[in-house]
């Protein structure tokens, strides 16, 4: 296990558990350990659950042995939440290629972007939160997949060499 996978999949469930109260992450800084929040004003509709009901995801020891992955017309905070969860199982296997994940920022509440190290690069992958036509699989693996081959550079946003744009592929 990687040392900051506990810390990930903490944030995860701070990400779940407050934006169900109308929070929402603003940014995540894994060698620090912090967490920013801000209160939106409103709180989400319940999310939709391929595998089972808002009430049995809500609960942790539930979600530890089942596939809980939100439906794409689920609110972003638990787009989020499933965002960091998987991420946190990749780290070890993103360390092995060099790729170390610092943390996140989600300036608008559509989407964020996972703050990345390429070996001396540094990256920012944005990923949609809010609006999906498509679930949200396995962000870990597929980021993984994307810097194991080399495949990043495709989704670099002209102008801009450190954001990989993966909104319309991920």
């Not at 558990?17 to 967490?35: E, F, V």
């Not at 049995?56 to 989020?80: G, I, K, N, T, Y």
């Not at 070890?92 to 996972?114: F, Y």
Request: net charge negative.
């Amino acid at each position: 296990m990687h040392t900051s996978t506990p810390f990930l999949a903490r944030a995860a469930e701070a990400a779940m558990n407050m934006g169900a109260d109308g929070y929402r992450l603003l940014h995540l800084d894994i060698p620090t350990r912090r967490l920013t929040f801000t209160d939106t004003g409103t709180v989400p509709e319940p999310g939709v659950f391929p595998h089972g009901s808002p009430q049995q995801v809500a609960d942790r020891a539930w979600r530890a042995h089942h596939d809980w992955q939100p439906a794409p017309e689920s609110p972003p905070h638990l787009q989020m939440a499933w965002l960091l969860d998987d991420v946190s199982t990749w780290l070890a296997d993103l360390s092995e290629i060099q790729v170390t994940v610092d943390g996140l920022a989600a300036p608008e509440p559509d989407w964020c972007d996972v703050l990345i190290r390429d070996g001396d690069t540094r990256l920012q992958a944005r990923v949609q939160l809010a609006d999906r036509s498509e679930p949200l699989d396995f962000p870990g693996m597929y980021l993984r997949d994307l810097f194991a081959e080399g495949r990043a550079s495709r989704y670099i946003v002209d102008g801009s060499p450190k954001v990989v744009d993966l909104r319309g592929v991920l």
